[in-house]
């Protein structure tokens, strides 16, 4: 079993800044991508950004400039530094890794339980 545990998330006022975190533990060969996704009141889950293990980044357009994310392999844990926090950022963010269980095995996706970021003055 593999969990992910994220911690981070709060009420912060439109223009403050906010930094998620998301650690991985259980039985992990190896984590290709982590990432962030956030899934708003009434809307579809969306990608935020994600990161390769390698270190490529990805980010949706509407977030590029503001949110960074990066990951720290040695502890399986990933981490989104948002800045420029707008009332739209406003969802329940949830983690995600790509995540191999032993050599053999093929990598499966697995989440995170979320945490909710609120922008609201």
């Known amino acids: 079993q593999v969990q992910l545990v994220e911690s981070g998330g709060g009420l912060v006022q439109p223009g403050g800044s906010l930094r998620l975190s998301c650690a991985a533990s259980?039985?992990?060969?190896?984590?290709?991508?982590m990432g962030w996704y956030r899934q708003a009141p009434g809307k579809e889950r969306e990608l935020v950004a994600d990161?390769?293990?390698?270190?490529?980044?990805n980010y949706a357009d509407s977030v590029k400039g503001r949110f960074t994310i990066s990951r720290d392999n040695a502890k399986n844990t990933v981490y989104l530094e948002m800045n420029s926090l707008k009332p739209e950022d406003t969802a329940v963010y949830y983690c995600?890794?790509?995540?191999?269980?032993?050599?053999?095995?093929?990598?499966?996706?697995?989440w995170g339980q979320g945490t909710q970021v609120t922008v609201s003055s």
């Open positions: 259980g039985s992990i060969y190896s984590i290709n991508s």
């Open positions: 990161v390769t293990s390698g270190g490529r980044t």
């Open positions: 995600n890794a790509e995540v191999r269980t032993g050599i053999r095995r093929v990598p499966g996706p697995y």
